[in-house]
Nanobody, 119 residues
């Protein structure tokens, strides 16, 4: 079993920055992909950024050049550095983990942390 706990959300003005953290515990070492997703009210969940154990990253087009995903294996923590935030980045952000190479299967989720960007 894997437990994921997010932190670091909050309210910020447009153009500002936030860093989200996701602490992993349990069988975290079995996780091949870790990622950040977000969901705004009335919208579908969106994949924001993913990193694998080889350090390869992918980003949604909407956040490329502004967000950076990273992992600290010593601290068992996933990060999302968000710069140049826009009001459209407002959403609940979730950390998720996928233990299966080559599969889009995300069985482990955190409880979410709210990010609100005001104009």
């Amino acid at each position: 079993q894997v437990q994921l706990v997010e932190s670091g959300g909050g309210s910020v003005q447009a153009g500002g920055s936030l860093r989200l953290s996701c602490a992993a515990s349990g069988y975290w070492y079995s996780l091949y992909y870790m990622g950040w997703f977000r969901q705004a009210p009335g919208k579908e969940r969106e994949r924001v950024a993913v990193v694998n154990t080889d350090g390869e990253t992918t980003y949604a087009d909407s956040v490329k050049g502004r967000f950076t995903i990273s992992q600290d294996y010593v601290k068992n923590t996933l990060y999302l550095q968000m710069n140049s935030l826009k009001p459209e980045d407002t959403a609940m952000y979730y950390c998720a983990a996928n233990p299966t190479i080559g599969a889009d299967y995300w069985p482990y989720w955190g409880q979410g942390t709210q990010v609100t960007v005001s104009s």
